[in-house]
């Protein structure tokens, strides 16, 4: 797909261009695709719950999907992995991190005894699948098509979950006014936004392999860098904003349900449709995942206030650039 990109990967300045106009793509792809199916969604009257649950959820996974979508198409699946899990290694430790600092972020019930815990598990699943030989005879370790769908049902759960705790608790639940938008720019918006997806999905993913190439570097490490934090671009931007504005619990249940959709629907979407095979570090990425979500479940558990304070966002970004540090220089 998009041959014709190919060619433009030449000069080095040329692929930043294109690296990075294809991250403004998939970003403004999904807020495109976001706004105009929330609009289409109001229009047939259902709830504003209903719509942030589902549309404006999966929509802030919709760049990490594509990216992931396209690398398995390109049979790139090293960046398929490291995309997930650099995303939710960059999302705890960096963006909740730096959004401590900014004002101290404070935890709900829910998200301390549900959501964190969940992702936690996401983290040591993605362990036990690469480090564990298959029971089905598979010959290499790797995310299969039976841990991708083992992935996916307990995505299905966690909706499950979700939604039964909004219908329960309505007055925790948060959901975006959303208006009703005529047919013709609802459908437009929807068609726009996926072309941006699908097309700076393309750029990000050869753009990533092209450098890779060019440098002789892993496509693992590109993948847990660059290409995870562009596509954790949104979560950084919307967490520092609400921490400016004091609204730090917003950022806290962005990163986690990023994390949570991110291993149990984009990455048990990958493996079920190809399987994933394992890379030289990925038993070391994946327990970074699991850590992050432990460092901050006891960040809010040890204190009164419930609250990841700013010495904890202190310990974050110190233990990522040790992380970081040390994967740069053990390639």
């Known amino acids: 797909m998009f041959d014709f990109i190919d060619p433009l990967l030449g000069n080095i300045w040329l692929l930043v261009v294109l690296l990075i106009a294809g991250f403004v793509l998939l970003v403004k792809g999904a807020d495109w695709l976001v706004d105009g199916a ?3 969604a109001k229009r047939f009257g259902i709830a504003d719950l209903i719509i942030g649950l589902t549309v404006v959820a999966f929509g802030t996974s919709m760049p990490e999907f594509v990216v992931n979508m396209v690398s398995v198409a ?17 999302n705890t430790f960096v963006i909740l991190g730096l959004t401590a600092l900014v004002y101290p972020v404070v935890s709900q019930k829910r998200s301390r005894d549900f959501d964190i815990p969940l992702s936690i598990i996401a983290g040591i699943l993605v362990f036990a699948m ?5 029971p089905f005879g598979e010959d290499e370790k790797g995310i299969t ?4 769908i083992i992935l996916l049902a307990l995505f299905i759960y966690f909706l499950y979950n979700t939604f039964r705790h909004a219908k329960d608790h309505p ?5 975006e006014e959303v208006k009703p938008m005529v047919l013709w720019k609802a459908l437009l918006l929807i068609g726009v936004g996926l072309i941006g997806l699908v097309v700076g999905g393309e750029l990000i ?31 950084l931007a919307t967490s520092v904003i609400a921490a400016f504005k004091h609204n730090s619990d917003i950022a806290l249940g962005n990163v986690i349900g990023s994390n949570i959709f991110n291993v149990y ?16 570090g990925i038993v070391m990425d994946a327990w970074m995942a699991a850590i992050g979500s432990i460092l901050v479940w006891l960040f809010v558990k040890t204190n009164h206030e419930r609250e990841v304070k700013r010495w904890g966002g202190v310990i974050l970004l110190l233990v990522y650039a040790g992380y970081l540090t040390y994967r740069l220089t053990h390639i």
């Open 38 to 40: 929330s609009g289409l």
């Open 74 to 90: 390109n049979d790139s699946t090293d960046l398929a992995i490291t995309n997930i899990l650099g995303s939710n290694i960059i």
């Open 130 to 134: 690469v480090a564990v030989q298959s």
């Open 145 to 148: 098509r039976f841990g991708g």
């Open 171 to 175: 007055e925790e639940a948060e959901a």
């Open 205 to 235: 993913v050869k753009g990533a392999v092209r450098i890779a190439t060019d440098c002789g570097v892993p496509e693992s490490i590109i993948g847990l860098t660059i290409v995870a934090l562009g596509t954790s671009l949104p979560e």
């Open 265 to 280: 629907f984009v990455l048990g979407t990958s493996a079920a449709v190809r399987p994933l095979s394992a890379y030289d």
